[in-house]
């Protein structure tokens, strides 16, 4: 008996250090972030820092302003999702609603695959194929206008694509399980009041499972938000405004690319890009607290 | 400017002899007469400054200094060529680091040249460009986006896509430093290695862009700048445009130094020091 209880002792505070652990980390990084990421800014000033528009950091009069970074960031995190995302959703309809067993698995398992592909392959796909096809785009968009400046196929564009394919997975089984936890009643009624397969699933199924597919976004911007590597070789890397056929930099490509190098004050500002794009994440990850609040709300009713 | 560089180039060459022989006299015949003995017994610690370029090179010999030579302690800061110079000058360190030739008031404070390796960068296009010569004057307008297509220098009708390497890069310093467009330069792609340099110019047509001179492979065409081309022995001889020398100075010839500092140079000019030179892409002086 008592030594039951020994052991129920020890393996509650195992389980409780476990857990702080996590919280530990958390906070540790937090922490590090702020501390390495605030004495730029005061340095530099907050307004120059985050509204300036010329990155030239080893300058003779260094200018370190990464709003067109930013907006890089933004622009692009938002132009996959407008691509992703739909494509997602009707795969994930496909998924839970028509497919049959066996195409489902296909699918299902090209899906999973596609989430494992590592960042870097992505990447270099895009370097070999999709750069050189926004190249001839790009010559041919371009052929009487002489102010253009040739990226060689390296642009926004090809970092959305990259980007739009790359959070597909994430956004198709959030979404395919939320579908698929849809109650089968909800499904019966509204075929039974005489509407279609397809008004079933768009005016019934999807509605249902919002605040599900809602999750699966947020985690999409989350993960186009973070990437780096697929970005840094598909994207150029010269600080530009995100226009489609302009090279741009993107919050992560830029700690990625110069940190190698940096030194002194350049480095503290790469800190401050990390301590922006971490923002930007929490922000994300508060969304998401939201919407799952929201959704749970809402089933329990 | 080319009368400039002769001029700089006879200097560089005179000061590398000295190096060289003092090198060969006193350290040569020391570390044979010595040997094991001597490196085991050194201790204490010599301190650097300077040049920023400098550091991939300056890890790779202290590293491997300090490993041949337990009790030393090698303490290494990048500062930048100006700022190293200047703690030299007051003598705060033992030696300055500088990816340049010294200057004459540099000289005149006692500062000694002492060049242990030389930075050559190549300019490479893909290999279907017809152009492979251009005038440095040319390149410049390509880097700073006054000239913008390959028809401009008598080639085909091709955009010219302008690769070059992030902020802070050692290349994109001595690139831009050389041919004097610091900071005014108009890229289409950053790229952070030299090897996505290399794959980008050779997948892209109409691509120029700037890689250390030993990377150089037959995936792309080594530009001849001013007609000259990019080689080692055409860097030696100084005819190169694209190339700068490592330096570093001491107060006084080397000779004069602490017992540490000259067995520091000695094993820069030992065959294992050059070979760690050469490990990171640069050329040693002759």
Redo the contacts between chains.
Sequence with gaps: MKRNAIIEKIAHAVVLICALLAIFAVCGITLYMIIKGTPALKEVGVFDLIFGNVWKPTASEPMYGISYIILSSLMGTGLAILIGVPISVMTAVFLSEMAGKKIGNIVGGAVELLAAIPSVIYGLIGMMVLNPLMFHLEKMIYENDSSHQYTGGANMLSAVIVLAIMIMPTVISVTTSSLKAVSNDLRAASLALGATKEQTIFKTVIPAAKSGILTGVVLGIGRALGEAMAINMVAGGAVNLPLPFNSVRTLTTQIVSEMGYAGGLHRQVLFTVGLVLYAFIMIINFLLLKVRKAGAENGSK | MSVKKKIMAAVSAMCLMSVVLTGCGAGGSEKTAEGDTASTELSGSISLAGS?SM?KMCEALSESFMEKNPGVTVNIE?TGSGAGLESLAADSIDIGNASRALKDDEKAGGAVENIVAIDGIAVITDKENAITDVSSEDLAKIYT?EI?NWSELGGTDQ?????GR?????TR?AFEEIMDI??KC???????STG?VL??IA?????IGYVSLDVVDDTVTGMKIDGVEASEEQILSGAYLLQRPFVMATNGEISEQSELVQAWFDYINSDEGKEAIKGVGLIIPQ
């Design positions: 920023t550091e990048y986006g913008t955009p010219i896509v302008v690769v992030e902020a802070g890069s050692g310093d610091a900071d108009n890229y289409a792609q950053e790229l952070d996505a794959a980008k997948a892209t047509p109409g691509a």
